[in-house]
């Protein structure tokens, strides 16, 4: 009797004690957390050069990483208050659901089953790369698009989707191809390499990763043609709104201040020139002199300020990593801003 | 009294054996039914929506899932038939020469055997494609001739064209094979007194002719059945086909089931082309085990 009654008494402890811990989460939104902490807990991958990768000197660099740091400039306001986690592909959603980071920032596809509450039930920040599958040929092929590769071998990674994008487009364009398949993205390497085939294909950022290790990575060419859709973005886990707005608002922020042309370098300038410049007033409210945008966000008023002096601008962010002088150059193409022919844009600050 | 208690045990082994199996079906059926999948073939009758870099049948993407699994079914049969082959005339010839009089031959296919053995399949099956083959050079190039032309595009000899792909398996294949044929004809070989080899050799008749008029009939019911789990091993090994790009049955079916997520209708098609052709070997050694050795024995 007494061994059923401290049972009893301990399941109701374990119980209240659940119910307190959903509680808790319930009400405090993950941006106070984090701001408690003082420290931002980011998952990255950490192997690939231009989104994350590891330095010799043991720190981080990448466009995936330059995202950490700018959302610990607007919730902290200090961007080396961050800590990486590397994680793999199938490690990094348990991540995120446990807790155990605060948000993914690790080239993660922004599709409907990862997105939906019945699916992985995640929330993401908005797109900050636009990859898509493409294709790798030698420079001195003369092959220039699609059609110049009818007919020949295309080497290709077994049982991804990868195979089906490739036989999609070259189906519709009614061009036979040679498809040899390998098992992972190493043996595609080295195929392409001795001459096996034509061309090689996978997601693009991961052609130019690739590429950047090769021996003599000018005499190669990622083609234009894109064959599938990958847009990769940030993400939480979803349910603190606060927390996926403040994301949300950082990523616009590198947005909106590349279209206002406000950089790292000159972005205490432009603040000085708001603040003396009563007219200025859209530059006024986007810099957080005047209106409550920040406070609205339950961030400081002025994060955009922080934010751009952490990282700079989503073009220099983009440049730095992955422009023509970085290691892994890959053409701007869908990711330029809307008014240069690309996709990137922010809704207004208002 | 201990024959009664032997049934007892054969009867609980059986009634261990039957639960285990029913559990694994049962476990099976629930988790199916749990995510919505359940059995179904289906799938086979869609369109594949892959290409296939070679194929002896007409093939299109626009072909069925089913078509596509029957033709790379061919290109394994294909490979490994020409490995086993290939294979025996390498092992056979290996073997024979280890019991040579002739010392050469008898260090060099003792360096043979020895080096490939030490040697994983998956290891030689990469260096032969990646380095042997991949490394000719691309524009043909014909050491004898218009007889042979080599290329990292393609092989073609006497007129027939086989791929790298191809031609990296079954070189893998046999090469290897070839090394474990050599020793269980060397085994064989050995089992054969003697007594033998000196009365033939006394005689005065030739080591080639000695060999196969007495030697080879008595150590052929030695040599067989074990000639024929290699014959089985080199059938199983050939799914190793997917590391080097070969469009075989396995490499197949690892596309098919990403493609169609049905992963337990594949792997059961792909235990059973493999059981298929497992029995087929079987089968044509059983017939030759009997054309050969049952003569044999009898004198």
């Not at chain 2, 025996?88 to 043979?112: D, E, F, H, I, M």
Request: proline content about 4%; glycine content about 10%.
């Amino acid at each position: 009797m007494t061994k059923r009654r401290s049972l009893i008494s301990l399941l109701s402890a374990c119980l209240a004690i659940s119910a307190c811990a959903t509680l808790g989460d319930g009400e405090a939104s993950r941006v106070d957390v984090i701001r408690n902490r003082g420290e931002l807990r980011c998952g990255v991958s950490g192997k690939i050069p231009g989104f994350s990768f590891l330095k010799r000197d043991g720190s981080y660099a990448g466009l995936d990483v330059d995202l950490c740091k700018a959302f610990a400039a607007a919730i902290i306001g200090d961007p080396s208050k961050v800590q990486y986690r590397p994680l793999t592909a199938p490690e990094r959603f348990t991540a995120l659901k446990t807790g155990e980071i605060d948000l993914l920032s690790r080239n993660t596809t922004f599709n409907l089953s990862r997105d939906a509450s019945g699916g992985n039930g995640v929330s993401f920040a908005p797109v900050v790369f636009h990859d898509g599958q493409g294709l790798l040929v030698k420079r001195n092929s003369g092959i220039r698009s699609l059609k110049g590769l009818k007919g020949q071998s295309i080497c290709v990674g077994s049982g991804t989707t990868t195979e089906q994008n490739l036989n999609d487009a070259f189906q519709s364009l009614g061009l036979p191809y040679k498809p040899i398949k390998y098992q992972d993205l190493n043996q595609v390497v080295a195929g392409y390499l001795q001459g096996r085939c034509q061309a090689m294909t996978s997601d693009r950022s991961q052609l130019a990763s690739a590429r950047s290790g090769f021996e003599r990575p000018e005499e190669h060419e990622i083609l234009d043609d894109v064959l599938s859709k990958e847009p990769l973005a940030p993400l939480s886990s979803g349910g603190d709104q606060q927390f996926s707005d403040a994301m949300r608002w950082s990523v616009y922020a590198l947005i909106t201040a590349e279209e206002l042309g406000i950089t790292q370098a000159n972005v205490d300038d432009k603040l000085k020139e708001a603040q003396e410049n009563p007219d200025l007033t859209k530059l006024r409210r986007f810099l957080g002199v005047e209106g409550d945008l920040g406070s609205k966000l339950g961030l400081s008023n002025d994060f955009v300020v922080n934010v751009i002096r952490a990282t700079g601008n989503y073009g220099e962010i983009y440049n730095r990593h992955l422009g023509p002088d970085s290691v892994v150059p890959i053409p701007r193409g869908l990711n330029q801003l809307h008014r240069s022919g690309g996709v990137i844009t922010a809704p207004p600050f208002q | 009294m201990k024959r009664k208690r032997l049934r007892w045990l054969e009867i609980v082994l059986a009634g261990l054996v039957l639960t285990l199996v029913g559990i694994l079906v049962n476990n099976l059926a629930v988790n199916l039914i749990r995510t919505e999948l359940g059995l179904s073939f289906k799938w086979l009758w869609q369109p594949a929506g892959f290409a296939l870099s070679e194929h002896t049948l007409p093939y299109q993407p626009g072909d069925s899932t089913a078509w596509a699994l029957l033709v790379s079914w061919l290109n394994s049969l294909r490979v490994i038939a020409c490995s086993i082959v290939l294979a025996t005339v390498l092992g056979v010839g290996a073997g024979a020469a280890r019991r040579s009089l002739n010392p050469l031959l008898r260090q060099l296919a003792g360096l043979y055997v020895g080096l490939i053995r030490q040697i994983p399949l998956l290891l030689q099956l990469l260096f032969w494609y990646f380095v042997a083959f991949l490394g000719l050079p691309s524009e043909p190039m014909a050491p004898v001739g218009t007889l042979v032309s080599l290329s990292n595009q393609g092989i073609a000899i006497l007129g027939l064209n086989l791929s790298v792909e191809f031609s990296a398996v079954l070189v893998g294949l046999s090469v290897f094979t070839g090394a474990a044929i050599a020793e269980v004809v060397r085994g064989g070989l050995d089992s054969v007194p003697k007594g033998q080899w000196e009365a033939f050799r006394s005689l005065g008749i030739g080591e080639t002719l000695g060999m196969r008029k007495v030697v080879l009939p008595q150590a052929l019911p030695a040599i067989l059945p074990a000639l024929s789990s290699q014959y089985l091993n080199l059938a199983k090994n050939s799914t190793l086909a997917i590391a080097v790009g070969f469009a075989d049955l396995y490499a197949v079916s690892d596309t098919a089931i990403t493609q169609t997520g049905r992963a337990i209708e594949g792997f059961l098609i792909l235990l059973l082309s493999f059981l298929a052709l497992n029995l087929l070997i079987n089968g044509g050694m059983q017939v030759l085990n009997r054309i050969v050795v049952r003569p044999a024995q009898r004198t």
